[in-house]
Each structure stands twice: as C-alpha cells, then as structure tokens.
C-alpha cells in the first residue's frame, strides 16, 4: 500500500483538462511543499513534470499545472493530448521513517 | 548532456547479493544527492535509497533498511547500492536518479533489472 493515494485512472477526451489527486498526511503532501509529479509512458524511464508543488523544469510543456490544498496535491492536464496517455506518479518529502514517499500511481486514458 | 547509466543487475538467488553501479556524465556529480529507486513488474514506482553530497547523510525506505547500503564515489563519478539478503519482493527494475531538486528526481538512467528468484 503506497504512503500517497491517486485514483488508479483517470480518462479524458481530447482537449478537455483533467486532473489527478495525490492525497498524503501533515507528515508529508500537508506539512512541506515538497510535491514532485512525475510522467511514465509504458517501457520508458520516468520524466519529471512538477517540483515543489508547482515548479515545471525547463522544457515541460505549460499544460501541465501543480497545485496543493492541505492534505492533496493536484496534476491537471490542460488541452489533453493523445501522447499524454501514460502513467502518472506523485511523490513527496516526507517527515516519517522513510525520505520520499511515492503514490500508486494514475493511469491517463484519452479517449 | 547529462547521463546515467547503470549496471550490475541480474539473477540471484533468495538471500543471495549484488552490487548496483551508476556511472554519471555531463554533470558536476559532485554537487547533488542521489537516489535510488525500483519499480516492480507491473507496479508503480518506489523510492529506495538516498545519498548526500559527500556521502555522509543517507536515507533508507524502511523494508530495505538493514540489507541495503547505498554509497558512492565522486572522484569516479559513480553511485552505488549494495544489497544483500534479497528477497523475492525485491525484483525490480532499479534506477539511479539524480535529486535535482528539493526531493524531486530530475534525470533518471534507464535502468538494470534485479530478478531474485530460485
């Protein structure tokens, strides 16, 4: 059982936002903004999208957007793309026995 | 451009060990933590193993703390992990990542598969 909890999938329809909910704890999403997300398309390595809530590294596109409320940190994904079909994980600092936490992870269905 | 690449997967038998590498190039290894993580057939990603800068700070998820050591080299530019007493739960793919950011992991090599199975 994954320390975060994320819906196991979430579907959309071409260039409709959807969004992706990442619930923790005070101890790790409520207590720091240290939420990270983080894209992986089948076989492939895993790319960060988002740091520290809300941060895109330089070359992610816009459309994706950070954010957090208390215990829940949210991935949406805006004008959903086809190519945007993958695996979605959310990650983050965390004050208990273990550094970094993970969530189960979000599979995305564009339909 | 920066990479990382691992080695050092395999098959092993239960309770048996292997030592994971990580070789780093086209950054300043020196100037980050780093991390291990895993993913198991078919399941979602799971952070393993952290290391500072100078290699004197390091982190461990609870079901590898004890049988797991993570180190590395700067001058070789590399990272390591250790692990020992495998178990079945613990075949993986196992990544090397970089902490590019506050506990975010910004470039990740591709992987070497840990199967431990007899």
């Known amino acids: 059982q994954s320390a975060l909890t994320q819906p196991a999938s979430v579907s959309g329809s071409p260039g409709q936002s959807i969004t992706i909910s990442c619930t923790g704890s005070s101890s790790d999403v409520g207590g720091y903004d240290y939420v990270s997300w983080y894209q992986q398309h089948p076989g492939k390595v895993p790319k960060l999208l988002i740091h520290d809530v809300t941060n895109r590294p330089s070359g992610v596109s816009d459309r994706f957007f950070g954010s957090k409320s208390g215990n829940t940190a949210s991935l949406t994904i805006s004008g959903l793309q086809a190519e945007d079909e993958a695996d979605y994980y959310c990650s983050s600092y965390s004050s208990g026995t273990t550094n970094v936490v993970f969530g189960g992870g979000t599979r995305v269905a564009v339909l | 451009e920066v990479q990382l690449v691992e080695s050092g997967g395999g098959l092993v038998q239960p309770g048996g060990s292997l030592r994971l590498s990580c070789a780093a190039s086209?950054?300043?290894?020196?100037?980050?933590?780093m991390s291990w993580g895993r993913q198991a057939p078919g399941k979602g990603l799971e952070w393993v193993a952290k290391?500072?800068?100078?290699?004197?700070?390091?982190y461990y998820v609870d079901s590898v703390k004890g049988r797991f050591t993570i180190s590395r080299d700067n001058a070789k530019k590399s990272l390591y992990l250790q692990l020992n007493s495998l178990r079945g739960d613990d075949t993986a793919v196992y990544y090397c990542a970089r902490d590019g950011y506050n506990y975010a992991l910004d470039v990740w090599g591709q992987g070497t598969t840990v199967i431990v199975s007899s």
């Open positions: 086209g950054l300043t290894f020196s100037n980050f933590y």
């Open positions: 290391v500072n800068q100078d290699g004197s700070e390091k």
